[in-house]
């Protein structure tokens, strides 16, 4: 992983749990939903109730890592009218007050359409930290790596359980900030139980190299979350927060997080206090 | 070419093109994964190891003689091939006097092109050990023919298909149960045929261990393009040796219909490296491209990527796909295939878009001068025919030839019996009260 020649704010994000003698938790919001103000209301509430990093998703007209839940909440945001540059007031609007890394989440043709350029420009002038992309592998990653360069943007790139030895030191290689792991082979949906390849991704990311590895897809308790603290650096929730912000607004992000945070103690079965 | 070629001076500059190019090398058999600036793999990293396994497992099978006589066998005593090279003697008067052949693939087994991709893909979903294939359909053509090739070999079949289409393609539905796939209605996003692509993205992400995705058009990530193609290159190979035969030369133009473009790159690939034939792509022009009511992709899309691949995309300022529309459910689709972008780019095959009406209208004169009912598909490469025809003509009087010297060769990519309640609909030969009005009626509104 290249983190020397750029300050990544996930990183230090990440770095800042750690010393805290915990995993990071990362809240998945998309922009626009139910509305751009709710949507920074509610990145400020999962801020100050135990985020350390914050994901920003870009409603999509043909989002495919995405279940139903998600995929309803940005069908929404985009019938409501949202337009891709919202998501930089979005963005300011979270890093402006507080201190949570904010990224942005984007299936990679609105950033192709902006031009990739400009679109970093944007991201590192409203304060964000990077991008998530979740069908962008480094293969074709090109001009992302020379514009996320430029602008001192972290590239997170995905890796799965299906990710060959090969491809995984090349995504490691080409990550910044941290790597995301898929836990399990599918879409983006709450799910009962965390699956076993989860750890096996994380243990194959560390070896490549990577220092932060988190865990994302199907995590929705503080249970959950208790268990991938114990082997990667960060826990990523998305679908949980959608339903709890479509369920019970802003109040309800707060609530749960809360919750989450609960499990980012290291050790397993132990609660914070024991820990 | 964006702009619709009008006269001499344009068809010239492509012919250059063409040569100018040609002088660089062989423009068929293209590997991939990039044609040009365009292809490429824009996928989940979840998936990369399918595709890879999908692309290894065809590179061998293609260098394997008996998966090349399976091929051919099934082509010949399944699918019906070669399918014939029919001289459309009546039509042809209508097209400025040119000779018309129509490349049959309407008589295959299916009805359409189709078959001859799902057999290649399901004989490669066997060899990887796959026990069950997925497919996306928009008016039921791909998934009949997925369920088809799974009935064959012993595949379970799953099609993904948007619910409204289901409603509409009723009948196609049951002829996909009939052959043991299961339908899902998709009621996601738009619930088109992109969506339906979608669904069946994300059903390959979490079952991609005993699935293979039977990818219905030449587009999508790395192999599918150029594997697609491949499954499709006997059309242009028996068109260009049958012509031979038949007349002792190549043809001046060869035009096809274009909505992901597999057909289409299918008859193209026989005639790329033969300067002297132009190449036609006629695109969906819906209700008139000035009306945002069309799926004229290479017209007026841009660049973009779009389940997996880099081409020329119908999207909006924001990168958002915008819905396609057209009469036709199978060029009813806002991507295209990634080599045809690339050969719009360097002018090889000039793109133009054909408009509901005008296919309807050479989808009746076919009908009436041949005997033969097309598909509402292939009617738009018909009505692209007749004014190729008439340019070629304009040309052969300004050199002191006649049009009787010219050639034009139409891949009449499917026969149009599932066409028959929306055309009956558009020509109001249904009563009003009829059940089969109220079924054309939907189609006509697609």
């Keep these: 992983m290249t983190t ?18 915990r995993a990071a938790l990362i809240g998945y919001l998309p922009a626009g939903y139910p509305s751009v103000e709710q949507t920074i209301a509610a990145g400020i509430a999962l801020a100050e109730n135990g985020a350390d990093l914050i994901e920003i998703g870009i409603p999509y007209s043909d989002p495919v890592m995405d279940g139903q839940v998600i995929q309803a909440a940005t069908t929404e945001a985009l019938a409501n009218g949202f337009s891709v540059s919202q998501v930089f007031d979005v963005v300011q609007g979270i890093t402006s007050s507080t201190d949570a890394a904010v990224l942005v989440m984007t299936y990679w043709n609105p950033v192709v359409r902006m031009g990739v350029d400009e679109f970093s420009r944007r991201l590192a002038e409203a304060g964000g930290a990077g991008l998530i992309t979740p069908d962008l592998i480094p293969d074709e990653a090109a001009e992302w790596m020379e514009a996320s360069d430029k602008y001192g943007l972290d590239r997170v790139f995905l890796v799965a359980p299906s990710s060959t030895p090969e491809r995984m030191q090349r995504t490691v290689d080409a990550s910044r900030g941290f790597v995301y792991a898929v836990s399990i082979m599918g879409v983006t949906g709450a799910r009962t139980s965390v699956s076993t390849a989860a750890k096996d991704v994380v243990a194959a990311a560390h070896a490549a190299g990577a220092e932060r590895v988190c865990v994302g897809l199907g995590v929705s308790n503080a249970g959950q979350v208790r268990e991938i603290a114990a082997y990667a650096e960060g826990v990523i929730v998305g679908t949980a927060l959608v339903a709890a912000i479509r369920d019970g607004g802003v109040d309800a992000v707060a609530a749960l997080t809360k919750d989450l945070s609960t499990g980012l103690s290291r050790g397993t079965g132990l609660t914070e206090e024991e820990a | 070419m964006a702009e619709a070629p009008s006269g001499n001076a344009d068809n010239e500059t492509d012919n250059n093109a063409a040569e100018a190019f040609l002088q660089g090398g062989s423009l068929k058999h293209a590997p991939g994964p990039y044609f040009g600036s365009y292809g490429g793999r824009w996928m989940p990293e979840s998936l990369i190891a399918a595709l890879d396994e999908l692309e290894e497992t065809f590179n061998k099978a293609k260098e394997d003689p008996e998966f090349r006589a399976q091929i051919a066998d099934l082509n010949k005593n399944y699918s019906g091939r070669p399918s014939l090279l029919t001289e459309a003697k009546r039509f042809s008067q209508h097209a400025g006097g040119v000779r018309i052949f129509l490349k049959r693939e309407d008589l295959n087994h299916t009805g359409s092109h189709k ?10 979903a066997k060899r990887m050990g796959k026990t069950r ?4 359909t928009g008016a039921g053509q791909h998934g009949v023919a997925s369920a088809t090739a799974a009935a064959l070999m012993g595949l379970e079949c799953v099609v993904y298909m948007g619910a409204e289409d289901c409603r509409r393609q009723a009948l196609n539905v049951a002829r996909m149960e009939l052959l043991g796939a299961t339908v899902i209605p998709v009621t996601s996003g738009s619930q088109t045929l992109k969506d339906a692509i979608n669904d069946a993205l994300r059903d390959w992400v979490a079952n991609v261990d005993n699935t293979h995705y039977l990818l219905g058009t030449a587009a999508g990530a790395h192999p599918f393009p150029a594997m697609v193609r491949y499954f499709h290159e006997v059309i242009g190979e028996e068109a260009r040796a049958q012509i031979l035969e038949q007349e002792g030369r190549l043809p001046d133009a060869v035009c096809a219909c274009i909505g992901g473009g597999s057909n289409a790159i299918g008859i193209f690939h026989g005639f790329l490296d033969d300067p002297s034939v132009k190449i036609y792509g006629f695109e969906a022009g819906g209700d008139g491209v000035d009306t945002g009511r069309h799926a004229a992709t290479i017209t007026l899309g841009k660049p973009g990527v779009l389940h997996g691949a880099r081409s020329y995309l119908m999207q909006d300022d924001d990168g958002q796909t915008i819905e396609s529309h057209s009469i036709s459910a199978g060029l009813d689709y806002p991507g295209v295939g990634p080599e045809h972008s690339y050969l719009s ?3 090889r095959v000039s793109y133009e878009p054909i408009t509901d009406s005008e296919a309807m209208e050479s989808f009746r004169l076919l009908c009436r001068t041949e005997g033969i009912i097309p598909a509402i598909e292939s009617s738009h490469a018909l009505a692209g025919a007749i004014k190729v025809g008439q340019r070629l003509a304009a040309e052969a009087a300004a050199s002191g030839g006649t049009a009787q010297d010219k050639i034009v060769i139409v891949n009449l990519s ?5 066409d028959v309640a929306t055309a009956a609909e558009w020509f109001d030969l249904l009563d009003k009260d009829s059940a089969e009005s109220e079924i054309g009626k939907e189609g006509e509104q697609l």
């Design chain 2, 115 to 124: 078959i001859n991709n799902v057999l290649g893909q399901a004989l490669l």
């Design chain 2, 345 to 347: 780019d360097i002018g």
């Design chain 1, 4 to 21: 020397a020649q750029t300050t990544s704010k996930s990183a230090a994000a990440i770095d800042k749990a750690r010393a805290e003698g």
């Design chain 2, 414 to 418: 499917g026969r149009g019996d599932k």
């Design chain 2, 133 to 136: 294939v997925i497919a996306e």
